[in-house]
Structures are given as structure tokens and as C-alpha cells.
């Protein structure tokens, strides 16, 4: 059920350069892939923030420091609230596999934090494919290890695991099935390489409702879809990436 809600900030901590973990008091409840449009004090557009983690009584987001907005949420500590619209979008489907492969670059790792958690609920064999620059940007490695998914790290300078993008790495892999976020050229060479799984797309967005047309993309036969409504989460091949 969509509603709004002020979250009280339970803690907001930096966890590597420019990214910051902030959990949230509220009742919101939300499946995995889904997003939340929060409130900013002083600023007048929502921030669409995706969804890491779902507990009882909380919401955990993770998000990196990119402009005035996501500045301003680095700097509020414990106690504050934030105003939060949600959840929105179409999640991670959890399917009735054995097996599946989670690939997450940069700050499309967060939701596939919950994705992997209610896969292993159901005991199916998580490996998560992590992407990063360099090493001191590698973050929720360990947090994944935790759930008790095989973890594999790329990184573009070949400081930890393997030399490259989060592709290498399947490359030398068994995809059964892969569900995956990230930046686009990723999104892209995955959804070229592999005919089975889904791919949450990142989008700037204004409502979050699918009313503004603002994230608006094509599937194959030229239909306009909505990021926000339609997705963030679409079948492989259902989109064009461009």
C-alpha cells in the first residue's frame, strides 16, 4: 500500500566515499526493488532513493552524495524526520529457482540487498556479482557474506578480485538466472548476454507515480513505459537500452 509517512532517522552513517546508510523508524512496508520518494528539508522535488533492506519496524536506504538534496540528507543525524512516499515502483520478482546470480554496480547494489535476503529465506543458492572502481569504494560485501551469498568483487583498477566490470566476471560463470541494477553500459552488455532474469533501470524521475511522463522509456515494439510505475524492474529484453 503506497502512503506517506515522517520517518524518524534511526542512524546515518558514511559507509564509503560519498555513500551513506540511513535506517528509518516507520510501519512502510515494501518488497524488494522497490523505491521511496523522500522529502528533503529545504528543497521542493522528492529524491527517489531505492530500498535496501526491509525489517519490522524500519527501512534501511542507502544513497550516494551527488547534488544539493542528497548533501543535505548526509547532514542529518538520529531523531530527525524525513518525510517518505511509498513504496513505488515494481520490485525483484522472487522465482521458484535453485539457483540465481544478483550483478549490482556502484549504487545499484542496495536493492539487491533485500532481493538477496528473501531469496535465502527460501534457501536458494544466492551469488552476488559486486562492481566498483577501487577498494576503498567497496561496500555491503560483507553484509551479503552475512545472508550467506557467495560474493565475487570487480573492480576497474584490479585492486580487489577481478580486473574489470561486474561482465568479467560472469563471463567465467553459470548464469542460470540473473536479476541485476546498475549503471547502464552494464545493464546493456547484460541484457545482450543473457536471455533469462530482470534489470532495474535508474531514471530521473519528478512524481514517482507515472503521472509526470518523466522517465519515460520504449519496449520492443515502441510502447512508452514508465520507469518509475512500470518498472524500475523490467523482464530481460522487455526494454530497449539505449
Do not use: H, W
Amino acid at each position: 500500500m503506497i502512503m506517506i509517512e515522517d520517518a524518524v532517522i534511526l542512524t546515518n552513517v558514511r559507509i564509503a566515499p560519498d555513500i551513506y546508510r540511513m535506517e528509518l523508524k516507520c510501519t512502510m512496508k515494501a518488497e524488494p526493488g522497490q523505491f521511496v520518494q523522500v522529502q528533503v528539508p529545504g528543497t521542493y522535488l522528492r529524491r527517489p532513493i531505492s530500498i535496501c533492506e526491509v525489517t519490522g519496524s524500519s527501512l534501511v536506504l542507502i544513497y550516494k552524495v551527488v547534488g544539493k538534496g542528497t548533501a543535505i540528507m548526509a547532514e542529518l543525524g538520529p531523531g530527525r524526520s524525513l518525510n517518505i512516499f511509498g513504496p513505488l515502483g515494481t520490485g525483484f520478482p522472487i522465482e521458484a529457482v535453485d539457483a540465481v546470480v544478483l550483478g549490482g554496480g556502484g549504487v545499484g547494489i542496495p536493492p539487491l540487498y533485500e532481493t538477496a535476503k528473501r531469496y535465502r529465506t527460501k534457501q536458494t543458492n544466492v551469488t552476488v556479482v559486486l562492481g566498483f572502481n577501487q577498494a576503498d569504494q567497496i561496500f555491503y560485501a560483507d553484509a551479503f557474506e552475512k545472508l550467506g551469498c557467495t560474493v565475487k568483487i570487480a573492480t576497474m583498477d584490479g585492486s580487489v578480485g577481478t580486473k574489470g566490470t561486474v561482465m568479467e566476471v560472469l563471463k567465467t560463470m553459470s548464469v542460470p538466472m540473473i536479476e541485476a541494477c546498475g549503471p547502464l553500459p552494464m545493464l546493456k552488455a547484460i541484457q545482450e548476454a543473457y536471455p533469462a532474469g530482470y534489470i532495474s533501470l535508474e531514471a530521473r524521475m519528478a512524481c514517482g507515480m507515472g503521472a509526470c511522463m518523466g522517465c519515460v522509456v520504449k519496449d520492443q515494439n515502441g510502447q512508452a513505459l514508465r520507469v518509475c510505475k512500470d518498472g524500475p524492474v523490467f523482464p530481460i529484453g522487455k526494454v530497449v537500452l539505449e
